[in-house]
Each structure stands twice: as C-alpha cells, then as structure tokens.
C-alpha cells in the first residue's frame, strides 16, 4: 500500500488555472504507474489522465489539450496541471497509484487512492 496526499485544489473563474499535486511519504512513486480521476456532483467517478512507469500519457477526450498529468520521481510527486478550466470541470480530484506498469482510466485497476482535493470552478 501506498499512502497518497493530493493538495492543490481550490475556487477559481472559468478560463482559470491550477496545479494540482500528489506526493507519497511511504513508497517511491516512481514503482507504480498514476493517474488522475474526479467526481462531480452527481456523477460517477471519471478517469481525466493517467501515466505509466515509464512516463507514457493518456487523457479523457474532455481534457485533451487543457490538462496535462506529469510526474517527478525525484520529488515522489504526480501533478496535473490544469488550464482554460470550465464550470464542468468542477469536483473532487483523486490521484491513484498500481504498482507496476499498467495503462488507462479504469478506476478498478487502481488500488491506492487518496482523500481527494476539490476543485470549484465558476462561471
């Protein structure tokens, strides 16, 4: 088990940006692939983007071109930096890990989530 901390959420206008970050304090990051998901209100938990052990990217066609996932095993931190947000893109964001290489935005293929951050955009 990993233990996962995200931080950055916060209320900004439509058109904004923010970073938001997961850092580890138990295992190095750098063993597991990572990803992104978010709930908003009233819908299900969706993947947004996902990166592999090897630094491999994916992202929901939602986010395509606006949000980008990277990771610095150095700083055992994945971040998702998050541009032109929309009122849509409003919820609360979870960064998840698996240990190993595996690819995508199934949450069933992650094991180690963390408490989430929210993210409150207004237009």
């Known amino acids: 088990q990993v233990h996962l901390v995200e931080s950055g959420g916060d209320s900004v206008q439509a058109g904004g940006s923010l970073r938001l970050s997961c850092a580890s304090s138990?295992?190095?990051?750098?063993?597991?692939?990572l990803a992104w998901f978010r709930q908003g209100p009233g819908k299900e938990r969706e993947g947004v983007a996902a990166?592999?052990?090897?630094?491999?990217?994916t992202y929901s066609d939602s986010v395509k071109g606006r949000f980008t996932i990277s990771r610095d095993n150095a700083e055992n931190t994945l971040f998702l930096q998050m541009n032109d947000l929309q009122s849509e893109d409003t919820g609360m964001y979870y960064c998840?890990?698996?240990?190993?290489?595996?690819?995508?935005?199934?949450?069933?293929?992650?094991?180690?989530w963390g408490q989430g951050t929210r993210v409150t955009v207004s237009s």
């Open positions: 998840a890990a698996r240990f190993g290489r595996i690819f995508g935005m199934r949450p069933d293929d992650y094991n180690n």
């Open positions: 138990t295992n190095p990051l750098s063993w597991y692939s």
């Open positions: 990166i592999d052990r090897y630094g491999e990217t």
